[in-house]
């Protein structure tokens, strides 16, 4: 069996390298393909299925260059950029400026470059096709082209939640292919040969306040312009801090702005509150709640199943909140609409900064580590000898390897460690449990924490981990007709973000204190002054209730099951009652979603 039918897939491409041997792959490609682009050499370069609005392709003295995505940069401006390009790496520095989130793919002498922003919201994966390297922004793609098999220990490996530890999380669900790391770009040259170069390191968080807020609101300012330039009306939502800021970046705009804001039923809540004093104090908005009585719980309609298939397992396919908001946007008209996913990596921080601050401003750490003990209600002996914990992350990922099926954590202790350590949940078989020891162990010795210390490293991986699941819910809000924007993910947003010391912009004893700073005179001064946020448990606990017996029927000849991953009578155990201490609600996520994944792919294999 092979996952070789597209027709279910809005939009994928695949780029060949400048060779013969490549021409294969291309003819077998388009027979599903509506779009063709070719190299300089007159070679199949793209081939794919992508809305023109999406991609601008500029090519000069033998140098052309493809963006894919939301950005504004036009085919004159790539073609003045393609004309000074004489290698790969002449791209570095012009690109390094551009707003937006786009794949930036370029062909040069023979030579291909494909990039992905840092977040990982996009991504570039890559396998070999009869000896010759072929990428692709998805992964069930390149694994039509092959006949891959799944991966049992990558498939494993999502059970983990929230999501597993850098750099076994985030690989394709298929053998045989890899993924390009983040900060990297992927070179193909013209024997069909491939190797990642990295483009991007972490910046050093050095930057005072005073200058990173002026910097993070230039870069947000633009990564919104990106979004609503040429449009008559966009959506967004307006919930918390990280949307309010979106939302009010739009406002100053020409578009029309229709702001949605979700009243759940916990009373204490008070999103809708906080969002109404926005839309009053600016009175250009049009706003709209939606009521929780037209929003699903969790866990509900996990029967049914949608026409368009992810290429990863994930959570997004077991709580449709958000896409309720995304049926009406698309019904007010909305084509895109703007989302403040990733702003709490970026805004808000890690406090696991305090690691290296305890090492460089001890007074400091000790101080705002009181602090955030008596906010979180943390044991401070606990807290504090996690901070003293020194080891390498290389020892840090083995010991978490080790201990995959150690006693539960509570999600609501303090993580000081480079990653909140995690678990299998107990239906893992032990031939499971294994296989994922076995990636950790071999992962291992090349790993490489993703920033400056435990702080930096905790944002960038949670970041990648959002990005991950909002990519997905991109996919089926695009299904809904509505393009789901995220300007978190930005490079030029993350950069400005991170830059900033984190004494000042992770504390205590101040909510967001950066986006504060950012958005004064964008934000009306009364909504400054939050200092809360919603956190929707509720929801999730009644879900689990009301949709009790569609959970009971995923573990009906689980396909997870048949695979030996897990055992099909301990989960039905844990779903047939309410949910043991020794288990939490999201323990259950990544496994059901994983069960509804292989059963979304059954539909849409065919035999080769």
Request: with cysteine; aromatic share 6%; proline share 7%.
């Amino acid at each position: 069996m092979t996952y070789a039918r597209l027709d279910h897939v809005p939009s994928w491409f695949v780029v060949l390298p400048d060779c013969r041997a490549a021409e294969p792959v291309a003819a077998a490609l388009r027979s599903q393909a509506t779009c063709v682009t070719r190299h300089p050499s007159g070679r199949t370069w793209l081939v794919g299925r992508w809305a023109q609005e999406e991609i601008t392709v500029a090519e000069s003295r033998g140098t052309a260059i493809a963006v894919i995505g939301e950005h504004l940069l036009s085919a004159a401006f790539l073609t003045r950029v393609a004309s000074r390009v004489s290698t790969l790496a002449d791209l570095d520095k012009p690109s390094s400026s551009w707003a937006g989130n786009f794949h930036l793919i370029a062909s040069v002498a023979g030579q291909v470059r494909v990039q992905s922003p840092i977040s990982g919201f996009r991504r570039v994966l890559h396998v070999s096709v009869d000896g010759v390297t072929v990428a692709a922004n998805r992964a069930d793609v390149l694994a039509g082209l092959t006949g891959a098999a799944l991966d049992e220990a990558r498939l494993t490996v999502a059970l983990l939640e929230p999501c597993a530890p850098h750099p076994i999380g985030g690989q394709p669900m298929w053998r045989g292919l890899a993924a390009v790391p983040a900060g990297s770009y992927l070179t193909i040259d013209g024997a069909g040969r491939h190797r990642h170069v990295r483009w991007w390191t972490a910046p050093e968080p050095t930057v005072p306040m005073a200058e990173g807020a002026p910097a993070l609101r230039a870069a947000l300012s633009g990564a919104v312009e990106v979004r609503t330039r040429g449009h008559d009306l966009i959506s967004t939502d307006l919930g918390g801090f990280d949307t309010t800021s979106l939302c009010c970046l739009a406002a100053r705009g020409p578009a029309h702005v229709a702001a949605y804001t979700w009243a759940p039923p916990d009373p204490l809540a008070d999103d809708v509150f906080w969002a109404r004093r926005t839309v009053a104090a600016l009175d250009t908005i049009e706003h709209h709640v939606v009521p929780s009585e037209c929003a699903p719980f969790a866990f509900s309609g996990i029967g049914e199943q949608d026409d368009v298939a992810l290429d990863e397992p994930c959570a997004v396919t077991l709580d449709r909140r958000w896409l309720v908001i995304a049926d009406r946007a698309a019904a007010r008209g909305s084509t895109t609409h703007l989302t403040g996913f990733g702003g709490d990596q970026v805004l808000g921080g890690s406090p696991a900064h305090l690691h290296t601050m305890l090492r460089r401003q001890p007074r400091i750490a000790l101080r705002n580590l009181r602090g955030y003990a008596a906010l979180n209600r943390w044991p401070y002996r606990m807290a504090l000898r996690q901070l003293l914990n020194s080891e390498s992350y290389q020892a840090w990922l083995l010991r978490f390897g080790a201990e995959l099926t150690a006693g539960p954590l509570s999600s609501l202790g303090p993580s000081f460690y480079w990653a909140k350590p995690v678990r299998l949940p107990p239906w893992t078989t032990p031939d499971a449990v294994a296989a994922v020891r076995d990636l950790i162990r071999s992962a291992a010795p090349a790993a490489e924490p993703l920033g400056h210390g435990h702080g930096q490293h905790q944002e960038l991986a949670d970041l990648g981990g959002v990005a991950r699941m909002v990519r997905n819910l991109g996919v089926l809000a695009r299904q809904r007709g509505v393009r789901l924007a995220a300007p978190y993910f930005d490079d030029r947003v993350i950069e400005a973000g991170l830059a900033v010391r984190p004494q000042e912009r992770v504390t205590p004893w101040r909510f967001k204190p950066l986006a504060v700073e950012a958005m004064r005179g964008i934000v009306p001064d009364e909504t400054l002054t939050r200092q809360t946020k919603a956190i929707g448990a509720h929801e999730v606990e009644v879900g689990l209730r009301e949709n009790r017996a569609d959970m009971l029927a995923l573990c009906d000849n689980s396909r997870l099951g048949k695979l030996g991953l897990i055992d099909e009578a301990a989960l039905r155990e844990v779903c047939a009652r309410p949910l043991p201490t020794a288990v939490e609600f999201s323990a259950l996520y990544p496994t059901l979603a994983c069960e509804i994944w292989l059963r979304a792919l059954e539909r849409h294999t065919v035999p080769r």
